[in-house]
Structure formats: C-alpha cells, structure tokens
C-alpha cells in the first residue's frame, strides 16, 4: 500500500496539493455527486464519472480499502419539470411531441428542448426558436399563440427518474464505470434529510417559512470560502422577491412546500419535498459519517451545490465536511463550452453510437481531470485509431506461445512510470504515455527475430498491461472481438463493399499459392487503394480499414 505522503491530490478548498491522509490509515472514504436524471446524461457528465472512477481503480490498486458512493438525484425541478412536458400536445391545427431524450417535434420541425421550470423552450442551431410558459399543474401550453392541450397521460416524475436510473446504469456499464459501493437515490434519504433539517432548526441557522425551510446563510460566517466568492459580490446578484418566504436574498431552500403535480413527502412542515444541496448532505452523512476524506464532481458544482452543502453539514454536525475536495474540468464541444440552455450539448448515448465506448474513455483519460477537454469528431477518430494500435499489438501478443516470464526491471518500469504520474495528483495523461511506452516496447519485441527471447520477456510485460489496464479501466475485451467491431463500424460508415474485399483477399492467395507474387502485389495494390490494409498472419490474411484512408 502507498504511504499516505506518496499520493498528493489537489483540494480546490486550499488550492494546492496535499497528501493523501485517509482518516482511517489503509482506508478511503470517497463520495462523487451523480446524475440528476431527468434525461440522459451528457458527455461533460460521462467525462466526470470516469475521472473518479480511475481515482478510485487507483486507489484501490494502491492498496487501499475504498468505499465509494456515488448518488442519484431522483428529486428534482429538472425531472419535475421534465415530466411535466413530456408527452404530445395538440391544438388549433398544431401539434407538439415533447420526447423525454430531450428531443422534440412541432408540426415539420425538429429542435431540441429545455426548460428552467418556468418556459419549454425549443432549440435549433443554438438558438431559442420558441418558448411555451410552463403552468404547473395546468395541462395546457400556449407556444407562439396556439393553445395546445395535453393529448398523452402526464408522466409521474418519480417513473420518470426511476427510467433514466436504468439508462445511465446501461451506459456506465458500457464505459467501464466500476458500480459504486452505495448508490443511493435521494427518494430513499428522505427522513435523513428530515432530520438533518431539524437538526438546523434547533441551531437557529435554518427557519421555517410558509410551509418551505431555509437555510439562513448569515449565521454561516465561513460561507463561500470554497468557491472563494465575496458575499457582497453575491448579495448584489441576488433579490427577494415579494411573494418569496426567505429572509434574506442569499437564503437556499432545504425543504420546499408541496406543489400540485409535485411528488411530496410528510414531514414537520407539512408536505413537500427536499431542495437540492440537502440531499448530498443527508446521503454522504448517513454512509460515509459526518467527516470523510474525498468529495468529487464538476467545476461547475462548486457554486452554489458544493458551497451550500458544506454549509448545512458543518453547521448541522459542528465537524468539517470533507478532508478533500476534488473538481473535474469542463468538456468543450467544438471549442465552445457546451451549455444546456442553448442545446449545445452531446448525449453519452448518441456519442456511444459514434464512437467505441472504450476509445471514448480513453479520450476522456487523454489530459489532466482537472483540465478543459476539447471534444471533436477528430479528437474521437483518434483516440479510436490508438486503441486499434493497443489492441492490434495485443492481438499478436496473443498468438504468442505463453512463456511464463515474470516481470523484469524493464517491465516493472512502466508500472513505476504509471504511479509515479498517478501519485501526482492523479495524472491521466503521464499514465497513458506509460501504457504506450509499454506497447512500444511490445511492438519491438514482437518484431524481433529471437523469438524464444521475445516471448520470455513478453510474458511480463502482459503482467504489466493487466496491472495498469486495471486502473485505466482499459482492454477488458478480447482484441480480435474488439478489431472486428471497429473494423465492421468502418466498412458501415464508408460504405465498402465486403464481398468485393474477400474476393479480392481470396485472389490474392491464389496468387501467392501459384507463386505469381506479381499479380498478388498487384491485388494487394487494389485492396490499398480501396482504404484497405491486410496483415499476413499464423492463422491466415486478415485486413482491416485504414484510419487515414477513406474507401473509394
């Protein structure tokens, strides 16, 4: 096991590393923020998953005993309001179809939809091209003067959430995330939530309001000390509206009075159901105690989710929160930080359809966690073309005869490489040029001529890729399945004749067998030409599609 001064981490609290100093010696208590899911998760989200998911294979190789929770927020305005508009809408010669993926029809047009509580709004292009108010409870939406009534049964929200729990567990399986020790649902939580609010009751930091409960944010002197905000800065963007039953502009909702069409649960206050940060406080509390040592999410949770949740816990415990916060960087799509409210976003499971799920992990592990990611139709073909290189060199280790080597200090090199990197905050990308100057090195032996030497030593370095693949959560398939899945989704995309390609293959063994080795140059010409590479092996001519070289 690591000592707790060899892994440094960087806590967005001090804003420098630290050593890793677990609570417990030998043990790490790890508590990532999940999805909120009203939709499907997005790739900015995906991204964030698997950067502690590798923390967290990391640790674990390193010795420790991890205990990682990782939540779902199954209560929320998102899936209110989400399931408040999904469904077909018609009137007045229109009709509107709202699907829950987040797409949407109106007559001929197709756009894409959000909303903040308040309005539907339709996308296309990046921009609002119409908006509905949303009137809870009501089951009509006027968009752009047309009245349209509700045609489909309303969706209950918490069947909304319990669906899309479903969908991100079918994506998480297939991006290689590790299923959390607890991944608790915040429907579940909710005497804890209780609790911890009447616990801020009794402290005079929260009050009690028209049926809601505040979490006052003046009798917290420490508040936002982790985004590092000035509360002037932020009382002079606030405002209290008249109709609003908060104290003070800054003031957050712990507990929300039941709305009609809202799901809504018993508790001291009547009806209602929990706001947004408490559900975290309530969820990390009740599995990993009042104190724990890693905290995970987006740079984007930091104000006000993760300021807020310090806040209600610190107060309600009287203990520090987390020994270590840790945020993710943000995914640029094309250049520009995706955003909701323009729809400029890429669902994790459209980008599933284009691209393998492991070549996109490997993507995601290409910089730093902690550094802006810029995602690219070409970022993702590269990626994809570097994992066919890693399983292509992996394919050939394994018609290898197996030798039996034990790793060698040649090949305990890579390894050290690996925890050397990843010690230091974690870093991806020096653990990715560890793994390729293994493969490098597996590339030469492969080619070298003293096979009996090669295969001795190849033996420890397929030790060494295990290891490290273990903590990138990489090559868990079998190569000659994995290159026929890419090479079938090229032939697809260009469009490439197979019939034509095994003809011409066959050809070209005729050719060699009568030893015209001119004509199965020539065919081999042919086949390059069409985009096509062909490797001569043991068992036989296999080819694949050249990633440089679109079919002609």
């Known amino acids: 096991m690591a000592s707790v001064d060899t892994i440094r981490v960087y806590n967005t609290m001090s804003g420098a590393k630290q050593p890793l100093a677990p609570l417990t010696p030998g043990k790490v208590k790890v508590y990532v923020c999940g999805p909120t899911v009203y939709s499907f998760v997005h790739i900015g989200n995906a991204r964030t998953f698997t950067s502690f998911d590798v923390v967290v294979r990391y640790l674990r190789y390193r010795g420790f005993e991890v205990k990682y929770v990782r939540n779902y927020t199954d209560v929320d305005d998102k899936i209110i309001n989400a399931a408040r508009v999904v469904g077909e809408w018609g009137g007045a010669g229109q009709t509107l179809s709202v699907e829950a993926d987040g797409t949407a029809k109106w007559g001929d047009q197709s756009f894409k939809w959000t909303t903040d509580g308040h309005q539907l709004s339709l996308i296309s292009d990046g921009t609002v091209r119409a908006e509905a108010p949303i009137d809870v409870g009501a089951d009509t939406l006027t968009l752009q003067s047309a009245v349209l009534k509700r045609t489909s049964p309303e969706i209950d929200a918490i069947s909304h959430a319990a669906r899309f729990v479903r969908e991100f567990e079918q994506d998480a399986r297939a991006l290689h995330l590790l299923e959390p020790d607890v991944s608790p649902k915040v429907s579940d939580t909710i005497p804890e939530i209780v609790e911890i609010i009447q616990r801020l009751i009794s402290r005079e930091v929260a009050y009690a309001s028209k049926g809601d409960v505040y979490f006052q944010v003046s009798r917290y002197p420490q508040y936002a000390r982790l985004s590092k905000r000035k509360l002037d800065d932020l009382k002079a963007g606030a405002r209290v509206e008249p ?250 995309q260009r469009g490439i004749d197979v019939s034509k390609i095994d003809a011409l293959i066959t050809a070209r063994n005729d050719a060699r067998k009568a030893k015209d080795f001119k004509r199965a140059d020539e065919v081999r010409g042919e086949l390059k030409a069409l985009g096509i590479e062909i490797m001569d092996t043991p068992t036989g001519t296999s080819w694949k599609v050249a990633a440089d070289q679109p079919a002609k």
């Open 243 to 492: 109709q609003d039953a908060k104290r003070e502009p800054l003031d957050f909702a712990l507990w929300k009075a039941a709305k009609p069409g809202e799901p809504s649960w018993d508790s001291p206050w009547g009806k209602g159901r929990p706001g947004w940060h408490i559900e975290c406080s309530a969820m990390s509390n009740k599995f990993l105690g009042e104190t724990f040592d890693l905290h995970g999410g987006g740079l984007d949770l930091i104000f006000p989710h993760h300021e807020n949740e310090i806040a209600q816990s610190e107060a309600a415990s009287g203990a520090e929160l987390c020994k270590c916060w840790m945020h993710g960087g943000f995914l640029d799509l094309e250049g520009a930080k995706m955003s909701k409210s323009l729809g400029n976003v890429v669902r994790l499971r459209d980008a599933l359809a284009r691209v393998d799920a492991e070549a996109l992990r490997y993507f995601f592990l290409s910089t730093h966690y902690r550094a802006p990611l810029a995602f690219t139709d070409q970022s993702l073909a590269d990626a994809e073309a570097r994992l066919e290189y890693f399983y292509e060199t992996l394919r050939r280790a394994n018609e290898r005869p197996a030798a039996g080597g034990k790793p060698s200090a040649e090949t305990e090199k890579w390894l050290q490489q690996l925890e050397q990197t990843m010690d230091d905050d974690f870093n991806f990308a020096g653990a990715l040029g560890a793994l390729s100057g293994l493969f490098g090195e597996m590339n030469q032996l492969l080619d070298s001529k003293d096979k009996g030497k090669a295969n001795a030593a190849l033996g420890g370095l397929r030790d060494s890729v295990k290891k490290i693949s273990s903590v990138l959560g990489l090559f868990e398939d079998d190569p000659a399945a994995w290159l026929l899945r890419r090479r079938d989704r090229l032939v697809q």
